[in-house]
C-alpha cells in the first residue's frame, strides 16, 4: 500500500429540519404511514406550482456560513431530469450552476478539507421490497424533503479520514440544529468517490463512486475495502473501470451497479416554476447571528469553565443533548468533574449510542444529582448509586424512593459492622492467614466479602478500618 495514496471526496445528504417540505406544506414526520403526508405537489400531479421554503434557504445559508462558503448573492433551482420510481414527477428540483454557496472548509487534526459547494435539493420517495413477493411499494413521505447537498473536494487521504470528517460534520451540524443526522433514519446520508495514484503523481487516478454506506463504520470499512481492490488491481498492470459501485454491508465488498457507459445525461435547465433567489448581506447577517457556540469553542470553554481535562470535554462535547445536559446539572450541583465522570460512565453506557436532545434522556438531571448527593452524604455508597442510577434511567422512579423502597441506605453502625466482619473472619480463614503471611491483598478481598455480605450498603471505608482492627487483635 506505500507507494500508493488514496485520494476520496465525499458528497454528503442532509435531510433539512424543517417543519414542512422543501416545495410544499406536507410534514416532514419520519415514521408515518406510508403515503400519508403527501399532496398534489410532491407526488407531482400535473400543473401544480412549488413554493419555496424559506427556511430551508435559511437553514442552508447557516451551513455556509459555519464552514467559511461564499454565499451566492444570487441562486436559482434547475431540473435534473431523469426517471425513477420514487420520482413521480421525471425530474428532480435541485441546483446546478447556482448553488447556494461554494467553497468553504472544515478542519481535522489541523487540516483542511475543502468544500466544492453546498447546494439545496428535494429528495426522492422511497421504494420497498417485499422479499419474494415479485413486486415493489412505493412510499412518497419522503418526497419532496429538503435535502442539503455537501460536496468536498478530494482532500480526503485515507478511510479513516473520511470516517473522523463525516463525524466531525455531523457534530457541527448537530450544533447548528439543520438536521437530526441521524444515519439509520437516512437523514444524513453519504457517496464517496474514489480513486488511487502512485505517490508524488499529480494526475488523478480513475476513480469510482461508492454508495449505500448506512454507518459511520461501514463509511470507513467501504472505503478501506475499495482502495484495497483499486491498488490491487492496479498492481496487477489492470485498469480501474469508472462506475458506480454499492457497499454490500452483509458481505462487506463494494459491488458494481453501473458503468459510465450507462451514467445518466441529466439535461438540466432552470426550473422554470420557481424565481430565482436574491440573497443581501442583511439576510446574511441575521442568519449569522443565529448561529450559536459551535463544538471546538464549547470544548475550550468546558476546559476553562471546569477545569475539564481535554479527554472529557472532548466526549461531552461530541454530542450536543450531552453536553447540554452536562450544563444543566452542574448548574444544580457545583462538582462538574464528579458529574462528567457520571455522564461519561453510567450514562453513556445507557445512551447505548443513540442521539437524544438533553430533554429526552430519561433520567433528569435533578434525579442524577439527587443520587451524587447522597452518595457525597455518606447515604449510600457509590456501587449502590450504579445501581440506582440504571434503575431510576429505566424505570423514571426518582432515586430517593428507589432507595427508600428498597432500603438501600448505606451502614454506618460500627457495632453492626462489628458483627459482619467477625462472621466474615471466621469464614475465611485462608485470607487471614494469607493477611498474617504479609499478603497486603487480602484486606481488599475481605472487605468484599463484607460488601457483599451487607448487599454493598456496609460503608466501604468504615468496614476496612474495622476489619484492619480486628485483624491486628488477631495477631
Ligand atoms: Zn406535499
Redesign the pocket.
Known amino acids: 500500500m506505500d507507494e500508493y495514496e488514496v485520494i476520496i471526496g465525499l458528497e454528503i445528504h442532509v435531510e433539512l429540519l424543517t417543519k414542512?417540505?422543501m416545495?410544499?406544506?406536507?410534514l416532514t414526520k419520519f415514521g408515518g404511514s406510508p403515503n400519508t403526508?403527501?399532496?398534489?405537489?410532491?407526488?407531482g400531479f400535473p400543473g401544480v406550482l412549488p413554493v419555496i421554503n424559506k427556511k430551508a434557504i435559511e437553514l442552508a445559508i447557516k451551513t455556509g456560513i459555519a464552514f467559511n462558503s461564499n454565499i451566492s448573492k444570487f441562486c436559482r433551482f434547475a431540473r435534473k431530469n431523469y426517471f425513477y420510481p420514487d420520482l413521480p414527477k421525471n425530474y428532480q428540483i435541485s441546483q446546478y450552476q447556482e448553488p447556494i454557496a461554494t467553497g468553504g472548509y472544515l478542519e481535522i487534526d489541523g487540516k483542511k478539507i475543502n468544500f466544492k459547494r453546498i447546494h439545496l435539493e428535494e429528495d426522492a420517495g422511497k421504494l420497498l421490497h417485499p422479499e419474494g413477493a415479485g413486486y415493489s411499494y412505493v412510499d412518497f413521505n419522503r418526497?419532496?424533503i429538503p435535502l442539503l447537498e455537501i460536496v468536498t473536494e478530494p482532500d480526503i487521504k485515507s478511510p479513516e479520514e473520511g470516517e473522523k470528517f463525516l463525524e466531525k460534520l455531523k457534530q457541527i451540524l448537530e450544533y447548528l440544529e439543520i438536521s437530526d443526522c441521524n444515519m439509520e433514519e437516512g437523514s444524513l446520508r453519504c457517496d464517496a468517490n474514489i480513486s488511487i495514484r502512485k505517490k508524488g503523481e499529480k494526475e488523478l487516478g480513475v476513480k469510482t463512486e461508492v454508495k449505500n454506506m448506512n454507518s459511520f463504520k461501514s463509511v470507513r470499512k467501504a472505503l478501506l475495502y475499495e482502495s484495497k481492490r483499486q491498488i490491487e488491481i492496479l498492481k496487477r498492470g489492470e485498469k480501474i473501470v469508472q462506475e458506480t459501485r454499492l457497499w454490500n454491508e452483509k458481505e462487506e465488498i463494494t459491488e458494481s451497479m453501473r458503468t459510465k457507459e450507462e451514467a445518466h445525461d441529466y439535461r438540466y435547465f432552470p426550473e422554470p416554476d420557481l424565481v430565482p433567489i436574491e440573497i443581501n448581506n442583511e439576510w446574511i447577517e441575521e442568519i449569522k447571528n443565529q448561529i450559536k457556540e459551535l463544538p471546538d469553542e464549547r470544548k475550550e470553554r468546558f476546559k476553562k469553565d471546569y477545569g475539564l481535562s481535554d479527554y472529557d470535554s472532548s466526549i461531552l462535547i461530541s454530542h450536543k443533548g450531552i453536553a447540554d445536559y452536562f450544563e444543566i446539572c452542574v448548574k444544580l450541583y457545583k462538582k462538574p468533574k464528579i458529574i462528567a465522570n457520571w455522564i461519561m460512565g453510567e450514562l453513556l453506557a445507557q445512551i447505548k449510542g443513540k442521539i437524544l436532545k438533553a430533554d429526552d434522556i430519561p433520567l433528569k438531571p435533578p434525579h442524577l444529582i439527587e443520587i451524587l448527593k447522597m452518595i457525597d452524604e455518606g447515604k449510600i455508597t457509590g456501587s449502590i448509586g450504579k445501581e440506582i442510577f440504571k434503575e431510576s434511567y429505566q424505570t423514571g422512579i426518582s432515586p430517593i424512593e428507589i432507595v427508600n423502597k428498597k432500603n438501600l441506605i448505606q451502614i454506618q453502625d460500627e457495632n453492626l459492622l462489628e458483627k459482619v466482619v467477625e462472621e466474615v473472619l471466621k469464614e475465611n480463614e485462608k485470607a487471614v492467614s494469607d493477611w498474617k503471611k504479609g499478603k497486603e491483598q487480602a484486606v481488599a478481598f475481605l472487605v468484599g466479602q463484607v460488601m457483599r455480605k451487607t448487599k454493598g450498603k456496609a460503608n466501604p471505608n468504615l468496614a476496612k478500618e474495622i476489619l484492619i482492627k480486628y485483624l491486628k487483635n488477631l495477631k
Open positions: 414542512t417540505k416545495f410544499c406544506s406536507c403526508y403527501i399532496c398534489p405537489v410532491c407526488v418526497s419532496g
